[in-house]
């Protein structure tokens, strides 16, 4: 079994994202799909998925110079999924809950 969703994508944006469209956006599996990811998250956080838009960050270009001399190489690819629940649905990610 592969795993789908890496972690949650906690940034300003995100959180602005969250509170007025109640989406969420994770970093998840590049070969995952949209149907896969829509599973995963009804299932991992109990909550009604409506809709899955996902994205590829391409690996930026970085260079590093030593001794040696210079290294070039890329980083990662990234595979990024925004998740729209139904409207009554939330989902903590930092633990905040009441108790």
Known sequence: MKRILYRPL???KNTAIQELHNQY???VSK???KIEIAKAVEK???VRVVDVKTLIHKGKK???LTKRGR???YRADRKKAI???HKDDKI???GTAEL
Do not use: M, P, W, Y
Request: no cysteine; charged share 30%.
């Open 10 to 12: 906690i940034t300003e």
């Open 25 to 27: 956006s994770f970093e």
């Open 31 to 33: 070969d995952a799909n």
């Open 44 to 46: 991992k956080f109990n």
């Open 62 to 64: 970085k260079s590093q």
């Open 71 to 73: 290294f070039e190489g």
């Open 83 to 85: 998740v729209s629940l």
């Open 92 to 94: 903590d990610l930092l």
